[in-house]
């Protein structure tokens, strides 16, 4: 069962959190990441060979932080490396092994990654393949036609950034996800509320946040190098306004940190207040270790998931229970 | 025992900073997948739609072509000069143009048949080839400018590796890719949140 469906459909405030797989054969480092943020955050991302660099398997680390019990994983999956045979197999491998939160993109270019000559394979996008997990568990059928027996049990996501052009459609476009089947949708890093709140605006004039549960993404700028590196634009998909690069030029390079998790924390707190925003996605890995006191700092209360009269989570938070019975 | 690791790459990662050597192929066939920005004006690319439209007199067209092997090959070698030209085909098999704002979306080196990826840039560049603007953006204003911004809601199924090189007029006219793309996203009937057990 998923819990992060559970939450999400019954509109609470839900924190999903980024967790990349090692480069090694060993999930043991990303487990003891994953503890730094049990019962803080419900359920995290398990990226897929995320800016195509190779990575331990996205469903192999979203099975060993599931049988860890410290979080619910959301398992990625990109279009970029495999063909519809292999994805549609790996969803059934997924769905064997309990893994029901799945989220669905495109992927970076092999471009970005360690292996730039590697054949860039798309054979679906992203809307294809959330169509196809659909498929898969509403009609128990491959897309070839062919029955399965049994049918998956899914928890559909996808990813959309509301800043890049052409910005006008980029409800339309989270909108033809959610119609192909996604259930909830992490957006790229939030730093221009305004433009923001207009696309989360339109897409409940669609109709498409009684089916899908959106969850704002959120950055931490930790450092004068990281700020000169997403201002740079050669991030794909991330644009800092100018507004914020100023606040954050503004203040001594060494407290950029300490400023950026401030401007990290008032987003949290900007993006709750705006109709239709179900949660965060945090687009922190990396900072799992001060990733609940940015939480606090946000006036985000997490204490109904930990033990009666401590601030602090508990075993019995494992698998997303909280204790007190929530 | 000492193993001689024997290197299995052939250079090393990020030699070559030229586009050319990408790899880009992402299809099974043709050329590379780099965006290409339409030489046919949006207007003239829908007046086209109605000409090239699957009505009787095509249909029928279609169907004398099809008899002769040689006559298809002709037509096929003729809607790949002029398409290339115009739109930078690829010979995919299966168009998108009437629905895309008359800009290929093969030409996107992620081939996205459903709309631009996230990664666009400020201006509209392209993520991959940022000399390029992103097929997307070119095609959403083609589409907006022609009052057809509505078709890019509608959702485009998987397409057919094997159809790569054939003439996708002759398909179209003949009803082979009726399939291809829905006739809207079909929103409206999409299950509600907590409708999945």
């Known amino acids: 069962m998923s819990l992060l469906r559970d939450r999400l459909a019954a509109g609470e405030f839900t924190i999903t959190a980024e967790l990349s797989p090692p480069r090694g054969a060993s999930a043991a480092a990303m487990l003891g990441r994953a503890e730094l943020l049990r019962g803080w955050v419900d359920a995290v991302n398990i990226t897929d060979n995320q800016g195509s660099h190779v990575r331990l398997a996205s469903w192999a680390g979203a099975v060993a932080v599931q049988q860890s019990g410290v979080i619910e994983p959301i398992m990625q999956m990109t279009c970029r490396d495999r063909n519809r045979i292999a994805l549609q197999s790996d969803l059934l491998g997924a769905g064997a092994l309990g893994i029901e939160n799945l989220l669905f993109m495109s992927g970076d270019h092999p471009k970005f990654g360690d292996h730039p000559g590697a054949k860039p394979v798309f054979d679906m996008d992203s809307t294809q393949l959330t169509w196809t997990a659909r498929t898969l568990r509403d009609e128990a059928k491959l897309l070839s036609g062919k029955e399965l027996n049994p049918a998956p049990r899914f928890f559909l996501g996808a990813v959309e950034n509301p800043f890049a052009p052409p910005v006008e459609y980029r409800a339309r476009r ?54 000169d590196f997403l201002a740079s634009g050669k991030v794909p998909g991330v644009q800092i306004p100018e507004p914020v690069i100023r606040r954050l030029r503004g203040v001594p390079p060494d407290d950029v940190g300490a400023e950026g998790a401030r401007l990290a924390a008032e987003v949290i707190a900007a993006v709750r207040q705006i109709p239709g925003v179900v949660g965060v996605h945090l687009l922190t890995a990396g900072y799992e270790k001060q990733t609940p006191e940015l939480l606090r700092m946000a006036g985000v209360d997490r204490t109904r998931y930990f033990p009666a009269g401590t601030n602090q989570p508990a075993a019995a938070a494992l698998a997303g229970k909280s204790p007190d019975g929530h | 025992m000492t193993r001689v690791m024997v290197e299995l790459r052939s250079r090393p990662p990020g030699a070559s900073q030229d586009p050319g050597a990408l790899g880009g192929v992402t299809g099974t066939a043709g050329p590379r997948s780099v965006p290409h920005r339409p030489r046919l004006s949006a207007r003239l690319a829908y007046l086209m739609q109605k000409v090239l439209k699957p009505n009787p007199a095509n249909r029928r067209f279609g169907g004398v072509v099809e008899r002769s092997a040689l006559a298809r090959k002709a037509f096929t070698a003729a809607e790949r000069a002029s398409k290339e030209t115009l739109f930078g085909c690829r010979m995919c098999g299966q168009c998108a143009l009437p629905v895309t704002g008359y800009s290929c979306p093969m030409g996107c080196p992620k081939e996205l048949r459903n709309g631009p990826c996230g990664g666009v840039g400020p201006g509209g560049a392209c993520e991959v080839y940022p000399e390029k603007r992103c097929v997307w953006v070119v095609g959403y204003e083609r589409a907006a400018s022609q009052g057809a911004a509505a078709d890019l809601r509608r959702l485009q199924r998987p397409i057919d590796h094997r159809l790569w090189g054939e003439s996708s007029w002759l398909n179209y006219w003949a009803g082979r890719d009726d399939h291809l793309w829905t006739a809207d996203d079909g929103l409206e009937t999409a299950p509600l949140m907590g409708d999945h057990g």
């Open chain 1, 174 to 227: 989270a909108a033809k996800k959610i119609a192909a089947g996604a259930q909830f949708m992490q957006t790229q890093y939030v730093f221009d509320i305004d433009v923001f709140t207009r696309w989360v605006t339109e897409l409940g004039e669609l109709g498409a946040l009684d089916r899908c549960a959106v969850l704002a993404g959120v950055g931490v700028i930790r450092s004068a190098r990281m700020l």
